[in-house]
């Protein structure tokens, strides 16, 4: 049996205090995704300010930065991890404690996520960890345990956050480099997959996992597994946070996503775990598919990447080309947060709002946008896919107005130009 650890034990290891709900029974996430710091000092500023004006419309526990904080290829220094200063500095004046995962963009010829990670950890709100070592597992992968608000130093928690490194992008360069670009894979790497159904079952040992023999651990899993299950007697509700998407959601985007049942925009095709690879994609994300089906108590995943896409879509059915059934695991995008990135649609970030009394069950989520309104607000619970929401606004940011305007300018000076051209009689 998984020996216990009290509060105060994750409270050493972490060097601050634990996760817990409020004392209203509720615990609220704000996802800010793709916020592609570093290509502009004006967009920078821009995006300090949609992160400033969600925070200031919620009452935020914890704020997760699922991903491509920094835009890498628009790095030419090598002091490149400073610009991680500006991507918190929103977070820092609310005083959020915050949750990373990288994201393809957060690894580039000149930016190192290592150094970002390290970065990170001067902040005494930063809860990002790296707690599997791998030659190839990346670094954002890690859990963190919530706690009922009134819980006693020995108890379970209530909810577990699972955060994962889908990578991508390309190595950091390095002295004998000799200039070459070597890609990441851009996918959880499966080592970390099968740690993860290992952490799955032991979250209460915090200790860094490095494997050698996965067979080991499959069956050491099982057999770990089905005792924790009949230690707790129920498994403890979870979410999933992942910067780029799992094949689901794209063969879902196949059959439709339907305004009304999956409200949001959807805009661009779902560009999974493994589709940019050099070979294409090959079913490179199945062993993290599988893990998450496996764990027992997953409500839903989360993940940013493709900037022109916001929906959530329960998957409870056989969907084609995927050799897996879903569970009734939710699966959400979050909103293109940040003026870095393509894609013009207004900038927003989803919150996601957890329930202790209700916990897995029903779990609310929307997406406050810039602009102070509200878009998408779904209820995550059992028949989510069957009701009905009304149509969201379909509205883009105020840069995205530039460019009639600027082009009905070029427009006028054409047409200026041909009547000049005819009074002259050219
Ligand atoms: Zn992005």
Not at 56 to 83: F, K, P, R
Not at 191 to 205: D, K, L, N
Not at 352 to 363: E, G, K, N, V
Not at 379 to 384: I, M, R
């Amino acid at each position: 049996m998984p020996a216990r650890r009290s509060i105060s034990e994750y409270q050493r290891q972490a060097g601050k205090q634990p996760l817990r709900f409020t004392a209203n029974g509720t615990f609220q996430i704000s996802v800010f995704s793709d916020l592609h710091f570093a290509e502009d000092d004006e967009n920078d500023k821009k995006t300090q300010r949609v992160m400033d004006k969600v925070l200031s419309s919620e009452e935020v526990q914890l704020v997760v930065l699922n991903g491509d904080l920094i835009s890498g290829e628009a790095i030419h220094a090598s002091n490149s991890s400073t610009y991680l200063d500006r991507v918190v500095a929103p977070l820092v004046d609310h005083n959020i404690p915050w949750a990373s995962t990288y994201g393809n963009h957060d690894s580039e010829v000149n930016l190192d996520p290592e150094e970002t990670f390290r970065r990170e950890k001067n902040y005494t709100n930063s809860l990002t960890q790296k707690m599997v070592s791998g030659p190839t597992s990346g670094i954002t992968n890690y859990y963190l345990p919530i706690f009922r608000h009134d819980a006693a130093n020995n108890t379970d928690p209530a909810f577990i956050l699972w955060f994962f490194d889908s990578q991508g992008g390309h190595y950091p360069k390095t002295a004998s480099d000799n200039g070459t670009v070597i890609p990441r894979q851009d996918w959880v790497d499966e080592s970390v997959s099968i740690i993860h159904s290992r952490m799955a079952s032991i979250f209460f040992s915090l200790e860094r996992c490095t494997l050698t023999d996965s067979e080991q651990v499959v069956k050491w899993f099982t057999k770990t597994n089905s005792k924790l299950l009949s230690t707790y007697g129920k498994p403890i509700p979870s979410l999933a946070f992942v910067h780029i998407p799992v094949y689901a959601m794209r063969a879902f985007q196949v059959t439709g996503v339907s305004p009304t049942s999956e409200p949001g925009i959807n805009n661009e095709r779902v560009q999974q775990q493994g589709y940019a690879s050099e070979g294409g994609y090959e079913a490179q994300d199945y062993p993290l598919i599988r893990a998450l089906l496996n764990t027992s108590g997953l409500v839903a995943t989360f993940s940013g990447h493709d900037h022109d896409n916001d929906w959530c879509f329960k998957w409870d059915s056989k969907l084609p080309e995927l050799n897996f059934t879903g569970n009734g695991i939710n699966m959400c995008y979050g909103r293109h947060s940040g003026y870095g990135g393509y894609g013009d649609w207004a900038r927003g970030g989803r919150q996601i709002m957890l329930d202790q009394q209700s916990l897995a069950s029903d779990m609310q989520s929307w997406v406050r946008m810039e602009d102070g309104s509200i878009s998408g607000n779904v209820h995550l619970n059992s028949t989510y896919g069957q009701d009905r929401y009304r149509l969201v606004e379909r509205s883009t940011s105020g840069q995205a107005n530039v460019a009639p305007q600027y082009s009905s300018l070029v427009y006028l000076w054409v047409f200026v130009f041909y009547l000049l051209m005819q009074r002259l009689g050219l």
